[in-house]
């Protein structure tokens, strides 16, 4: 917490836990947004991105209020983050279905150089499902709506199994 503002903070150890570095900022809006969800990866060579559910843009303060998923990267040389960029596509109304268990979650992979994210909003009321490859930049390779809340069909034979 900042001045009373729910953002993201880095803290690192190089030692084991010995001795940790000062707390660094990598949200970079300036409101008094809540950030949650919060989400880690490493690449291969060291490069870290983190990225969080930001309600930068939201009409109000606080969980209940429009969302998108942000991120940010530190490449393995640096001590400083990258600008955050928007991961997903969409300013998401709050809907009460992120309350239920199991529809609140966000999860990031860091492959060579490219995100794959993968998210849940209700942005037609129902839960959706993203999942979205981009480069550490930004840049959109692909999304693809994985499901929208679709029930699934299954048989189980023969009974008992």
């Known amino acids: 917490m900042n001045n009373g503002n729910l ?11 010995v001795s940790w570095s000062t707390k660094l900022k990598i949200n970079d809006d300036l409101g008094n947004a809540l950030q949650d969800l919060v989400w880690a990866a490493f690449d291969t ?13 939201g009409s109000s ?7 998108e998923i942000w991120a940010a990267v530190r490449k393995h040389d640096s001590t400083s983050f990258s600008s955050n960029f928007r991961v997903s596509d969409a300013l998401v109304p709050y809907n009460t279905i992120l309350a239920e268990s199991g529809n609140d979650f966000m ?11 993968v998210w849940g909003d209700p942005r037609d009321g129902v839960l ?6 981009m480069t550490d930049k930004g840049n959109v390779v692909s999304v693809t709506n ?3 809340n ?12």
Request: glycine content about 4%; charged content about 25%; overall charge positive.
């Open 61 to 67: 303060n606080g969980y209940k209020t429009d969302s």
């Open 7 to 17: 953002d993201v903070f880095m803290r690192e150890s190089l030692n084991k836990g």
């Open 45 to 57: 060579d060291g490069d870290l991105v983190i990225s969080w559910r930001d309600r930068r843009n």
């Open 150 to 161: 679709k029930p699934i069909n299954v048989s189980i034979y023969p009974n008992p199994t």
């Open 128 to 133: 959706n499902i993203w999942y979205q490859k």
């Open 107 to 117: 999860s990031i992979k860091y492959i060579n150089d490219t995100l794959h994210a």
């Open 146 to 148: 994985i499901t929208k």
